[in-house]
């Protein structure tokens, strides 16, 4: 019973001083890349797929918003979330 309680002690412990900073960061690269399909969808692209030179800028747009929301994401690694 002691050890039980102890345990249960313990991880109140830790949860108390956990940070949510890579939660919030997976959170943020799954919206980035949930957005990528969308752009890519929206071009009528398929990732991994070659077509045709006409689709390019699309693509390159779509991969360059990725690219910006993605780096945008890394300050949620070591922001405190409560």
């Known amino acids: 019973m002691n050890s039980i309680f102890f345990a249960l002690l313990v991880i109140l412990c830790a949860i108390h001083s956990t940070y949510a900073g890579p939660l919030a960061y ?3 690269q799954t919206a980035c890349n949930r957005g990528w399909v969308s752009c890519y969808s929206s071009a009528d692209l398929v990732a991994g797929a070659t077509g045709d ?30």
């Open 26 to 28: 997976a959170a943020c």
């Open 53 to 82: 030179l006409a689709a390019l800028p699309a693509a390159v747009a779509c991969n360059v918003a990725q690219g910006v929301c993605m780096a945008s994401c890394v300050a949620l690694l070591t922001a405190p979330s409560p």
